[in-house]
């Protein structure tokens, strides 16, 4: 079995509608994840045994996605060196800019790489995943360059008007 090497992790269940656009884009790719629910808040003792663990499983990148008072992917970044790349879900009442500012400020010393918030930025945190993967794999290289290719390539030259 192929060697897990990027983790998924979400503060909730009602995250996963969001976070699945980071796990479609990795099978997309071909590269097997896990996938958590580990709560800052809810299940603190999980975080910890997950982070403290993470370099010794082998893992290369942590995607960590939360909404509203959105600690989990910088407390995650604290806790182990492995590369966390954050995503801000959208939430009902502050739409996500809440959850956005929470994993964005971190104090120096601790980053978090940012994406959009939402879906848009689940994707980009699987693919962002995959190219630091990329960078020791040429066959995931060759695979995430084909994917990207074919992006631009479904992108019309004019508007279709209506
Ligand atoms: C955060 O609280 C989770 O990441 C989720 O986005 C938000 C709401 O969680 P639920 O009340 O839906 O479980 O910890």
């Keep these: 079995m192929a060697e897990i090497k990027i983790g998924i992790i979400m503060g909730s269940q009602s995250d996963w509608p969001t976070m699945q656009e980071a796990a479609d884009v990795l099978d997309e790719l071909g590269v097997p994840y896990e ?22 499983r082998g893992l290369k990148a942590i995607i960590a996605g939360a909404g509203g008072a959105a600690h989990l992917p910088g ?15 959208q939430t009902k009442a502050l739409s996500g800019v809440d959850s956005l500012y929470s994993i964005l400020q971190m104090p120096r010393g601790f980053p978090v790489a940012t994406m959009a918030i939402g879906a848009a930025g689940a994707k980009n945190a699987g693919l962002m995943a995959a190219a630091i993967l990329a960078n020791e794999d040429e066959s ?12 631009s390539a479904s992108i019309p030259d004019t508007p279709e008007r209506d």
């Design 75 to 89: 407390m995650m970044a604290s806790k182990t060196r492995v590369p966390v790349i954050g995503v801000p879900v």
């Design 35 to 56: 996938c958590k629910i580990v709560s800052a808040h809810r299940t603190p003792d999980r975080l910890w045994d997950y982070g403290k663990t993470a370099v010794d």
């Design 140 to 151: 995931l290289a060759k695979r995430l360059d084909d994917w990207r290719a074919a992006l």
